[in-house]
C-alpha cells in the first residue's frame, strides 16, 4: 500500500492513527482529508505535519467532486474512514448532520472506491487488487448490555440513539458494497477510546477539565453506566492490522477488556489528580455531582475481542490503570499550558 486516503485525521482517533502508521510503515504516504468543523484540529496533526510522506486537504467527504478528484490526483489505493459526527449528546439536539456525514459521507467515499477500483462488480481493475477500504464504527451500533455478555461479531444491531442508527447505517453499506460489488471493504467496531488528544466534550477529558477549574463533574444518572475502555494508540495499531491483514469481507471488534463504569472512571480520576496537581480546596472527588440521565442512555458496552486477537495477533498493551495515569498527564499539561 503506498497512497492512503486517511478521513477525519485532524480529530482525536483519527490524528493517533497517522502518527503510528507514519511511525510504522515507511514506504507509506498519507493523505488526510478533514473538514476541520469543531472535532478536528490541526494542531493535532502538529507531530507529523512536517513529514513529507503527509499532505492535508480541508475538504468535505460528502463533496463527491473533491474526493474524485482527490483519488485521481494522488492515486489513492487504500482509505482508512475516520470522518464522522461522533457525539451522542449532539445526535440528540441536532441529528441531521449525523445522517448526512456518517451515512451520505461513507457512501460517497464507498461509490468512489467502487468507481476508481473496480471494472465491475466483483472484477478489479488492472494494478488495483491491493486496495483496501478500512471502515471505523463503533461498539454502540449493537445497542446496550445487561450486566452479563460481550458483544461480538455476529451480535444483532439495535441502536439506540441518532449517532449510532447512522454509524450502523454506514456499516451496512460496507456490508452491501463488499457484498453487491466486491469492493475491498473491512470494517472495525471499537470500544470506548481514551488518550491524548480527545475532543473537550467527551467524558474522560471532561472530567480532568472541570476538576482543574474547580467546577462540577457532571456524572450521568447514577453513574454505573459501563464501558469497555480502549486506550486510543492500541486502537490504532488494531485498525491497521486489520486493514493490512483482515479478510476482506469481515468486520473485526477491537475493545481494551477494561470494563468500568463512569462514576469509578471520575473517582479514579481524582485520585489521580489529588496525587499528581492537588488541590487546596480538598478532595477533588467533592465537585462529583450527579446530573439528569440523557435519552436512551445506553447500560452497558463491553466487546469480545478473540476474533482480531487470534485471527490477526492482536494485543491491548495497555489496560486501564496504566492508560488512565498517562492520560491525565497528558490533560493536565495542556490546561496547565492553557492557564
Same mark, same amino acid.
Not at 46 to 67: E, L, T
Not at 103 to 120: H, M, Q
Not at 323 to 339: D, S
Given at each position: 500500500?503506498?497512497?492512503?486516503?486517511?478521513?477525519?485525521? =485532524?480529530? *482525536?482517533?483519527?490524528?493517533?492513527?497517522? =502518527?503510528? =502508521?507514519?511511525?510504522?510503515?515507511?514506504?507509506?504516504?498519507?493523505?488526510?482529508?478533514?473538514?476541520?468543523?469543531?472535532?478536528?484540529?490541526?494542531?493535532?496533526?502538529?507531530?507529523?505535519?512536517?513529514?513529507?510522506?503527509?499532505?492535508?486537504?480541508?475538504?468535505?467527504?460528502?463533496?463527491?467532486?473533491?474526493?474524485?478528484?482527490? #483519488?485521481?490526483?494522488?492515486?489513492?489505493?487504500?482509505?482508512?474512514? *475516520?470522518?464522522?459526527?461522533?457525539?451522542?449528546?449532539?445526535?440528540?439536539?441536532?441529528?441531521?448532520?449525523?445522517?448526512?456525514?456518517?451515512?451520505?459521507?461513507?457512501?460517497?467515499?464507498?461509490?468512489?472506491?467502487?468507481?476508481?477500483?473496480?471494472?465491475?462488480?466483483?472484477?478489479?481493475?488492472?494494478?488495483?487488487?491491493?486496495?483496501? #477500504?478500512?471502515?471505523?464504527?463503533?461498539?454502540?451500533?449493537?445497542?446496550?448490555?445487561?450486566?452479563?455478555?460481550? *458483544?461480538?461479531?455476529?451480535?444483532?444491531?439495535?441502536?439506540?440513539?441518532?449517532?449510532? =442508527?447512522?454509524?450502523?447505517?454506514?456499516?451496512?453499506?460496507?456490508?452491501?458494497? #463488499?457484498?453487491?460489488?466486491?469492493?475491498?471493504?473491512?470494517?472495525?467496531?471499537?470500544?470506548?477510546?481514551?488518550?491524548?488528544?480527545?475532543?473537550?466534550?467527551?467524558?474522560?477529558?471532561?472530567?480532568?477539565?472541570?476538576?482543574?477549574?474547580?467546577?462540577?463533574?457532571?456524572?450521568?444518572?447514577?453513574?454505573?453506566?459501563?464501558?469497555?475502555?480502549?486506550?486510543?494508540?492500541?486502537?490504532?495499531?488494531?485498525?491497521?492490522?486489520? #486493514?493490512?491483514?483482515?479478510?476482506?469481507?469481515?468486520?473485526?471488534?477491537?475493545?481494551?477488556?477494561?470494563?468500568?463504569?463512569?462514576?469509578?472512571?471520575?473517582?479514579?480520576?481524582?485520585?489521580?489528580?489529588?496525587?499528581?496537581?492537588?488541590?487546596?480546596?480538598?478532595?477533588?472527588?467533592?465537585?462529583?455531582?450527579?446530573?439528569?440521565?440523557?435519552?436512551?442512555?445506553?447500560?452497558?458496552?463491553?466487546?469480545?475481542?478473540?476474533?482480531?486477537?487470534?485471527?490477526?495477533?492482536?494485543?491491548?498493551?495497555?489496560? *486501564?490503570?496504566?492508560?488512565?495515569?498517562?492520560?491525565?498527564?497528558?490533560?493536565?499539561?495542556?490546561?496547565?499550558?492553557?492557564?
Amino acid at each position: 500500500m503506498s497512497k492512503l486516503l486517511v478521513t477525519g485525521g =485532524a480529530g *482525536f482517533i483519527g490524528s493517533n492513527f497517522i =502518527a503510528t =502508521a507514519l511511525s510504522e510503515n515507511f514506504g507509506l504516504s498519507i493523505i488526510n482529508l478533514d473538514l476541520l468543523t469543531y472535532a478536528g484540529c490541526t494542531a493535532n496533526t502538529k507531530a507529523f505535519s512536517g513529514s513529507n510522506r503527509y499532505r492535508f486537504v480541508k475538504g468535505d467527504i460528502r463533496d463527491r467532486g473533491a474526493v474524485k478528484q482527490l #483519488f485521481r490526483d494522488h492515486a489513492i489505493d487504500g482509505i482508512v474512514h *475516520f470522518a464522522a459526527e461522533s457525539h451522542v449528546d449532539n445526535s440528540i439536539t441536532g441529528p441531521e448532520n449525523f445522517i448526512t456525514t456518517n451515512i451520505n459521507g461513507t457512501f460517497t467515499l464507498l461509490d468512489i472506491a467502487r468507481e476508481e477500483w473496480l471494472e465491475s462488480p466483483h472484477k478489479i481493475k488492472p494494478g488495483k487488487a491491493h486496495c483496501r #477500504f478500512l471502515h471505523v464504527s463503533t461498539d454502540e451500533v449493537y445497542g446496550s448490555l445487561g450486566a452479563e455478555g460481550l *458483544f461480538r461479531e455476529d451480535s444483532p444491531y439495535a441502536p439506540n440513539s441518532p449517532y449510532s =442508527a447512522s454509524k450502523a447505517s454506514s456499516d451496512m453499506l460496507g456490508r452491501a458494497y #463488499f457484498h453487491t460489488y466486491g469492493l475491498p471493504v473491512v470494517t472495525t467496531n471499537c470500544s470506548n477510546n481514551y488518550g491524548p488528544l480527545q475532543h473537550n466534550e467527551k467524558l474522560i477529558p471532561t472530567i480532568i477539565r472541570k476538576a482543574l477549574s474547580g467546577q462540577p463533574i457532571p456524572i450521568y444518572g447514577d453513574g454505573m453506566n459501563v464501558r469497555d475502555w480502549l486506550y486510543v494508540t492500541d486502537h490504532c495499531k488494531g485498525i491497521m492490522l486489520a #486493514f493490512q491483514e483482515g479478510r476482506l469481507g469481515e468486520t473485526y471488534n477491537i475493545g481494551g477488556r477494561n470494563e468500568r463504569n463512569n462514576l469509578y472512571i471520575a473517582q479514579r480520576i481524582c485520585e489521580i489528580l489529588d496525587d499528581m496537581a492537588p488541590s487546596t480546596s480538598g478532595a477533588y472527588s467533592e465537585l462529583i455531582t450527579f446530573v439528569t440521565d440523557r435519552p436512551g442512555h445506553d447500560q452497558r458496552y463491553a466487546i469480545d475481542a478473540t476474533k482480531i486477537e487470534t485471527e490477526l495477533g492482536w494485543k491491548a498493551a495497555e489496560n *486501564f490503570e496504566t492508560g488512565i495515569h498517562k492520560t491525565v498527564a497528558h490533560y493536565l499539561q495542556k490546561y496547565r499550558n492553557h492557564e
